[in-house]
């Protein structure tokens, strides 16, 4: 059975990466009510789930073998 | 709203990642059980989130945050005391039996219990209702979408349609489950950082409470109720929802909510799939943890728009009607403050998240429909003892069927707004009587075919009676008006109520009146008859009766806490 981990680890990974991006180049990218550069933290979020996703997965695979 | 490329590109990813998936899951598919039941293969945290999630419809983000901002936090009684309590007992008590019987789907459970016209009538409200309800969430995707993205109501409903079809067409049950998990998460990511930031904005929880106590709320009613879930229960005229809290705890906290999780094919299908008959009693049990956790990323937000409109920010309640005469339009209330608080980007991973729950919507009712149809009307009354290929391609060509039969649904639901209306609140009232049926036929050993039928067809005819007879603003009363309730809400409670008490009844004198089945055919089926495993010597988290302790407990709290 395919891993679920696997493909949810690369989506978000992925996808942080695109927000974290846009929060570093482009920091200028604010909505009307709020200050912060959303984009850059909820990138570094969504990468580290990913990855954390992606090590879970790993980790289970060196227990089985 | 205006979408940049980068949101594109996100949506288009996650297209990409569901699809692929599906792929992925193709070549796994060899039986009908396979397709339809994920041969009973998958972990628990899968099947607990996907359990969560195919109830997580876009209906419901939507709908759920415009209540926040028009009922405030009295909405979560739909989660603390209506989900939560529900999913525990249908974890602790019901599934042993689901899963014992080893039926594959809730109206076999019914022929095996009870006979084979009990059966047919469920499968048959529930085919139907299926179709009716995933046609009526493609329909509320396109509307959506149209409002404000521009896009057309054909290409969003079609495309959307194609995604979905493709998909569970490939994958089946698995791929429709594997994609409510990753829906999950891109819900949960995409909006919990809106209901953070909305929240702070408004001053936090005290500094929302505070304002809104100062304001008047558009039924005259102090704001102070927006903030407290059971202050203002006592009497229907002091809260915006027009409830009590006998018609709240019965109605909603038993009848409705026992009804929808404890029989709806939809969810327990996925508590089904699980790879054990532990991880299935842990299947509902663990999805009340993140259930109840959810109004605090879905109403909060809805309630912090209201405070947010009373601060002169330039943010003000989305409105619809004609000039003059405008009302609050509370199901825009959620994107119209994504567009306030996400930039290019996150924008993006909030659409996708939107749209990915109206197609999860769709796609669970699609995986029913075809395992209902195949197993319990085509297996059962067209064309029995075939081979599983034969079954398995009937799978295939009814998930097609259902998919072509949802956009027809969608079409007629945009012509016809009222007749859309009234089925809906025809299909609340189906399983509001199954609720009773299936009490009654887990624990009373006593009750029979002939009463389960006779009780749910009365169960059902006594609540549209129960409609006809009553008003709630404007609707119902198409015989006379007995009695007219403050809101629908209310109405739809005591209907609710209604009907669970005339299927139970019912089903009572004409079990005693009828030959019971013989106790030999009530292994696996009935309480007393079964055998319960006790898994000691397992960890407690991986035990079912401390866990739902454990969340019954949490759901305890927090109904205090914001009482």
């Known amino acids: ?65 | 709203m205006k979408l940049a490329v980068v949101d594109y590109l996100i949506l288009a990813i996650y297209f990409g990642f569901v699809l692929g998936i599906g792929w992925r899951l193709k070549s796994k598919i060899s039986t009908s059980g396979d397709f339809l039941t994920s041969g009973r293969s998958v972990p628990v945290w899968i099947t607990s989130l996907a359990f969560l999630s195919a109830n997580l419809g876009a209906q419901e983000l939507v709908g759920m945050s415009g209540q926040g901002a028009k009922y405030g936090i009295m909405t979560a009684h739909f989660y603390w005391v209506g989900a939560v309590p529900a999913m525990i007992f249908v974890g602790l008590f019901m599934m042993p039996f689901y899963w014992a019987s080893r039926a594959r789907s809730v109206p076999e459970y019914l022929k095996l219990r009870f006979d084979e016209k009990t059966r047919a009538l469920n499968a048959l409200a529930f085919a139907v209702m299926t179709v009716f309800s995933s046609g009526i969430s493609m329909y509320a995707l396109g509307l959506l979408l149209n409002l404000i993205l521009g896009w057309s109501f054909t290409t969003s409903v079609l495309c959307s349609a194609a995604i979905v079809l493709a998909y569970t067409f490939l994958g089946g049950l698995t791929s429709a489950i594997y994609n409510e998990v990753l829906q999950f998460f891109l819900i949960v990511m995409g909006f919990s950082p809106l209901a953070i930031m909305a929240v702070m904005k408004a001053g936090g929880w005290s500094g929302m409470a505070a304002r809104l106590s100062k304001m008047t709320l558009p039924g005259g009613l102090n704001g102070d109720v927006m903030t407290h879930s059971w202050k203002y229960i006592g009497h229907t005229y002091q809260n915006p929802m027009g409830i009590e809290i006998f018609g709240l705890v019965a109605g909603l906290g038993f009848v409705m909510s026992f009804g929808y999780w404890c029989t709806n094919f939809l969810v327990i299908q996925r508590a089904m799939a699980a790879n054990s008959a532990s991880a299935a009693r842990r299947t509902p049990v663990i999805a009340a943890l993140p259930k109840m956790l959810l109004p605090f990323i879905i109403i909060v937000p809805g309630i912090a728009a209201l405070a947010l409109s009373q601060m002169a920010l330039g943010y003000v309640l989305p409105m619809k009607g004609v000039a003059g005469a405008m009302t609050p339009d509370y199901d825009q209330v959620l994107t119209t403050l994504m567009a306030k608080f996400y930039p290019a980007g996150m924008l993006g991973i909030g659409l996708t998240g939107l749209m990915a729950s109206f197609m999860s919507g769709m796609a669970g009712n699609v995986t029913a429909f075809n395992t209902v149809f195949t197993y319990d009307i085509y297996q059962a009354y067209i064309r029995p003892g075939k081979a599983d290929r034969h079954y398995l391609t009937v799978a295939r060509v009814t998930t097609v069927v259902g998919v072509a039969l949802s956009i027809a649904c969608a079409y007629v639901a945009q012509g016809y707004n009222s007749l859309m209306d009234l089925l809906q609140l025809v299909f609340s009232f189906v399983n509001a009587p199954l609720f009773g049926t299936f009490l009654l036929g887990m624990f009373w050993k006593r009750s029979t075919g002939h009463g389960a039928f006779w009780g749910l067809l009365s169960g059902t005819v006594s609540a549209g009676l129960a409609h006809g007879c009553t008003m709630a603003e404007g609707k119902g009363g198409w015989i006379m008006t007995l009695h007219t309730f403050p809101s629908t809400m209310a109405q739809n409670f005591w209907i609710s109520i209604v009907a669970f008490t005339a299927c139970t009844l019912v089903t009572i004198l004409v079990s005693l009146a009828t030959k019971p089945k013989p106790e030999a055919e009530l292994t696996g089926l009935v309480y007393g008859f079964t055998e319960l495993k006790h898994d000691e010597g397992v960890a407690w988290y991986k035990r079912p009766v401390p866990l739902a302790i454990a969340i019954g407990a949490l759901a305890l709290f927090l109904n205090f806490w914001f009482a």
């Open chain 1, 1 to 65: 059975m395919l891993d679920l981990r696997v493909p949810t680890g690369f989506f978000f990974a992925i996808v942080g990466l695109i927000l974290l991006a846009m929060g570093v180049f482009a920091p200028s990218e604010r909505a009307a009510l709020t200050d912060s550069n959303v984009n850059l933290y909820c990138g570094l979020f969504m990468l580290a789930f990913g990855l954390i996703m992606l090590g879970l997965s790993r980790l289970s695979k060196h227990e089985d073998s």
